[in-house]
DNA sequence: CGCCAGGCCTGCACGC
DNA sequence: TGCGTGCAGGCCTGGC
């Protein structure tokens, strides 16, 4: 499901709800993660307090002063905030309950998601660490993709979407990028030019921060923190479009499979 | 029934 | 030999 816009709306849709309040307990109802969820997760955070709502890619940091809890969504993972006394449904996997009668609920039916407590600073920790810069920083733009891509001679869809060279572009955004940069998906990173790096760089940055103003994207079942759908979908110019017309040539998109995962482009538009 | 789905870690094969 | 790189598999449920 959720790429960096999703993930970044979820952040900042908790950090008003959260931030300052105290845990009273944490609940977990099925440890059966990606990872299982650390058996000790709710001795160290009861009685926490909740300072910060942080992000790194695709990951979320809720900062609790003497460590953080690292949540990543996966595909199907979900992250709001309900009444307490709301009952917990198929799927909800762990609970945050708060002090001021309301909870943060984890719900996750594909169990790729992942609940890691980290004692250190978290950007350090092991599955953190190798991660590329953020899109939305000046560390990312056209010099360094440029720099980074010269070696590279898989195809730039799956060169943008290895976390290690930048963070949090998924299925989706890595699609719809490369339609607004006017570039083929299958392109050899390595054979693009200087200025059309300096092109893409802008348009991801673009993409990812107009998704983040809609409020994301929701396919199947993505909803903000406050259970609200995201309407990014909407503005989707190739994801999910093949046979369909091109808004900008009518040009039939096309449906293609790059590393075993669906990619779609304008074959006019994209050279 | 088989296939597909927004993620990403791991381990292996390959070529320089 | 060792490194970077490129693949494929695996983890799951649900929907078509």
Redesign the pocket.
């Given at each position: 499901?959720?790429?960096l816009p999703?993930v970044e709306t979820t952040r900042r849709g908790l950090e008003p709800r959260l931030v300052g309040r105290r845990i009273e307990r944490a609940v977990i109802r099925e440890r059966?993660l990606?990872r299982p969820i650390p058996k000790k997760l709710p001795e160290w955070l009861a009685g926490a307090k909740i300072r910060s709502i942080g992000r790194r890619?695709?990951?979320l940091l809720i900062g609790c002063g003497h460590g953080t809890l690292i949540v990543?969504?996966?595909?199907?993972g979900r992250l709001w905030v309900v009444a307490s006394t709301t009952p917990a449904g198929?799927?909800d996997h762990f609970d945050l309950v708060l002090d001021d009668g309301r909870t943060l609920r984890f719900k996750d039916?594909?169990?790729?998601g992942?609940l890691l407590w980290c004692g250190q600073n978290p950007l350090a920790h092991?599955?953190?660490k190798?991660?590329g810069p953020e899109p939305l920083t000046p560390a990312f733009g056209g010099e360094y993709l440029h720099r980074?891509t010269?070696?590279?001679?898989?195809?730039i869809k799956?060169?943008l979407?290895?976390?290690?060279l930048v963070?949090?572009?998924?299925?989706?955004?890595?699609s719809e990028a490369l339609f607004r940069a006017g570039i083929r998906p299958s392109t050899?990173?390595?054979r693009l030019s200087r200025a059309r790096c300096d092109v893409l760089a802008e348009k991801v940055r673009e993409t990812l921060q107009d998704a983040i103003v809609a409020g994301?994207?929701?396919?199947?079942?993505?909803v903000n923190s406050a259970g609200e759908a995201?309407f990014f979908q909407d503005k989707f110019n190739v994801?999910?479009r093949a046979g369909e017309a091109c808004f900008k040539c009518a040009t039939a998109i096309k449906?293609i499979?790059q590393?075993?995962?669906?990619t779609y482009y304008c074959p006019r538009c994209q050279r």
């Open positions: 499901m959720p790429e999703e059966r990606r890619g695709k990951y990543h969504l996966g595909m199907s198929k799927h039916p594909r169990r790729f992942l092991p599955l953190l190798d991660i980074q010269r070696s590279r001679s898989a195809a799956l060169v979407m290895d976390s290690r963070a949090g572009i998924g299925n989706i955004y890595a050899p990173a390595r994301g994207s929701s396919l199947r079942d993505y995201g994801y999910d449906g499979r590393g075993q995962r669906a």
